[in-house]
């Protein structure tokens, strides 16, 4: 069974720095591309960024650009989201997902597997 399991959300001040992870089972994880969404209040999902099987194409947004990093160890079977220099329009449940066309795609149609989300609360 394909399972994704985002970990590592919590609250943060303004400026501080979140890592999250996702780890999947139930397939290798190594061969497709990872991208990151978040759904903040309010407002439908957005991509965040995404990277190719081989982590060397990333696709970001431009809101996360220079702020955001992702990282892959794919002997974990794990994809890490490092957010830095927060700000309060970070807040959101971010969700990773996985596509099996290994498209690092900003199109959430792409993606064929989802996990469950994380909150990130960031406060002013």
């Known amino acids: 069974q394909v399972q994704l399991v985002e970990s590592g959300g919590g609250l943060v001040q303004a400026g501080g720095s979140l890592r999250l992870s996702c780890a999947a089972s139930g397939f290798t994880f190594s061969t497709y591309a990872v991208g990151w969404f978040r759904r903040a209040p309010g407002k439908e999902r957005e ?6 099987w081989s982590g060397k194409i990333i696709v ?15 002997a974990k079977n794990t994809v890490y989201l490092q957010m830095n220099s ?3 329009e970070d807040t959101a449940v971010y969700y990773c ?6 498209s690092p795609t900003r199109a959430s ?8 989300g994380t909150q990130v609360t960031v406060s002013s």
């Open 86 to 88: 927060l700000t309060p």
């Open 60 to 74: 970001y947004a431009d809101s996360v650009k220079g702020r955001f990093t992702i990282s892959r160890d794919n």
């Open 47 to 52: 991509f965040v960024l995404a990277t190719s």
């Open 97 to 102: 997902a996985v596509a099996l066309s290994n």
């Open 109 to 116: 149609s792409g993606y064929d597997y989802w996990g469950q």
